[in-house]
Structure formats: C-alpha cells, structure tokens
C-alpha cells in the first residue's frame, strides 16, 4: 500500500519534502528530493505517490488547470545507444505532465533526446565529456499565450549545466527555441512576452 511504499514510519529513512506546490483546497504536491512524488491533502491524508525520481520545481500547467509540470529522470534512456557506446552513467532529465488529481503521466519529454533529435549533438556531447548529469533541469514551466514567437502550451525549461534556456512543443516534443550563455547555472525561467525571458542567476 502506499504508506509502506514511502515508509512514512521509518527513523531510517528521513524524508526532506522539497519543492511543495500549494493546491487551492490546502492539500500540496511535493517530492522526496530525487524520490517519489507525493499528493496530500488539506488534513496531511496522502492522495496519491508516484514512484521515481522526481526533483526541482514543481508548477501548474496554468493552460489546464488540473495539470501539473515536474522534471523528472526520463523512463525511457535506451535510444542513447543509437548516440553514445557508455549510456548507462548518463542522467536524462525529462519534464512529466501529470493529473492532479490521479497522479497519473499525461506525457514525459527528454530535454536530451529533444536536443539529439533537433541536431544538437555538439552540444550534448560537450556536455557529456565534462559532466554525467549534462542537462541539470531546474525548471519548466508553460507559456501561458500565443504570440509571434510561441504557442499557448509550449514548455520552457532552464538547464543549469548547459547553461541554456529554451522551449519545446510537447505535443510534438519539438525544440522550438534554445539559447545559451552570457549567463550561468541559471534557475527559474519565465516568460514576459513579444520574445523575452527573465530568469534568476547563480
């Protein structure tokens, strides 16, 4: 059952809840720092727990609702073989869209293979040689109205080790746009409209 799952009772194995995200009937979302990802409610009565590795920020997808946004690790890392001989150091951050009220994945996107696949090897390869976690995603967050350059829905992200900011389609798991540097091991992206960012820096 759940609480066996997280082992609430247990003196040894603390948790450190991080990243609470405040529901409107009082209940909050929030991770076991790279652990599971926990619903309670008002009453501290556990909703639902996903088992993972979920970690950072934790937001709502302000264009539904009863949708949140987590980076998470992704579940699916084998198509690094078609990239790299050794795959299994690697971490691949990914963002998950998941119901609210069921705990349920809508959908998961790798910033990595979102990256491989629009071209970027460079990038990710540089990354790699220097680091086994090359993404380090901190954020990701909607853009919440279309305009000439993005779309309501589209994700934006911030990647602490490629010191980069940029945005992705989900429907399509398309990078949209991506841009890196002057800035470093950046957090929390947002988006002002007509093309412009803010974003806190380290």
């Not at 980076?71 to 609210?100: C, G, K, M």
């Not at 945005?167 to 929390?188: A, N």
Request: proline share 4%; glycine share 6%; hydrophobic share 35%.
């Amino acid at each position: 059952d759940i609480e066996n799952f997280l082992n609430i009772n247990s003196p040894d194995n603390p948790w450190r809840i991080q990243h609470p995200l405040l529901l409107e009937e009082g209940g909050i979302v929030f991770t076991h720092g790279e652990g599971p990802l926990v619903k309670i409610d008002a009453c501290s009565d556990i909703i639902w727990a996903k088992d993972g590795n979920y970690h950072h920020s934790i937001n709502f997808n302000d264009i539904n609702q009863n949708e949140i946004i987590v980076p998470s690790l992704y579940s699916e890392s084998s198509y690094l073989n078609n990239y790299y001989d050794v795959t299994s150091d690697i971490r691949d951050d990914s963002f998950e869209i998941v119901n609210i009220d069921t705990g349920e994945t809508l959908s998961e996107v790798s910033i990595l293979k979102t990256l491989l696949e629009s071209g970027l090897e460079d990038i990710v390869t540089l990354a790699i040689s220097h680091s086994d976690d090359p993404i380090h995603l901190n954020d990701a967050e909607p853009i919440l109205q279309s305009d000439d350059y993005f779309n309501s829905g589209d994700i934006m992200f911030s990647s602490r080790h490629l010191n980069a900011i940029g945005v992705i389609r989900p429907e399509t798991s398309e990078l949209i746009f991506l841009k890196q540097g002057l800035f470093s091991m950046q957090h929390d992206i947002d988006y002002q409209g007509d093309g412009e960012f803010t974003f806190y820096g380290n």
